[in-house]
């Protein structure tokens, strides 16, 4: 099957960091995304990792991957009120047209 | 340099009528993706195109869903005889070619059927 699964919500403090976590049940996945998105808002992709990297980091964002357990990991260091948002991960395979199939998103809610 | 543009942002029809829905990659891309959002739930796939192709349509709806990518102007989205499930917000998202896997979003259309 083609299932990616989150928690649905995560409640951080300010200043702290947050780890939202995915995972995916198809093993041919090519590249795993973050994407957010804010209330009535599309999607903003930020950032992606393709399945033969370990781990990806880009500013505040870290994005771990074991494909072992096909378990996926946005770590948002020093997060913000700015990044209350939910988050959607999601999977792209080779030889599926680069259709992405999602999560059913985590929604971060940080508080003050 | 505009990203996806989506148009209407919000469009509301009565049971039985037509929905049309706009979507104009950014410059230079040439693939686009439609995907739904129902309440409370994550996007699903629907249909894949590049211009005047459909590459994939496995996520489209047998019947009344149609979409089209017209070698001039935008990507179409056509819903016929709209039901209240139809309800939702239509993503559009593009990238620049069949390599690439970026997609970019628009910010979407979320159609209210009354």
């Known amino acids: 099957g083609e299932d990616v699964e989150q928690s649905l919500f995560l409640s951080v403090r300010e200043g702290d960091s947050s780890v939202i976590n995915c995972t995916y049940t198809?093993?041919?996945?090519?590249?795993l995304y973050w994407y957010k998105q804010e209330p009535g808002a599309g999607l903003q992709l930020l950032t992606y990792i393709f399945s033969n990297m370990d781990m990806k980091q880009d500013q505040r964002l870290t994005v771990l991957l074991n494909k072992k357990d096909k378990h996926l990991s946005l770590r948002i260091a020093d997060t913000q009120t700015g990044d209350s948002a939910i988050y959607f991960c999601a999977e792209a395979k080779a030889g599926g047209g680069n259709k992405l199939t999602f999560g059913t998103g985590t929604q971060l809610k940080v508080e003050l | 340099n505009a990203g996806v543009m989506q148009n209407p942002r919000h469009l509301v029809r009565r049971r039985g009528q037509e929905a049309r829905l706009r979507c104009s990659p950014m410059k230079g891309h040439s693939h686009v993706y439609w995907y739904r959002q129902l309440p409370e739930e994550g996007l699903k796939f629907m249909v894949y195109?590049?211009?005047?192709?459909?590459?994939?349509e496995s996520g489209m709806p047998k019947e009344r869903f149609s979409a089209e990518f017209p070698k001039e102007g935008p990507s179409i989205l056509r819903i016929q005889q709209v039901v209240r499930g139809d309800s939702a917000a239509y993503f559009c998202?593009?990238?620049?070619?069949?390599?690439?896997?970026?997609?970019?979003f628009g910010p979407g259309t979320r159609l209210t059927v009354t």
């Open positions: 198809d093993s041919s996945s090519t590249y």
């Open positions: 998202a593009s990238s620049p070619g069949r390599s690439s896997y970026e997609q970019y």
């Open positions: 195109l590049q211009k005047e192709n459909i590459i994939d």
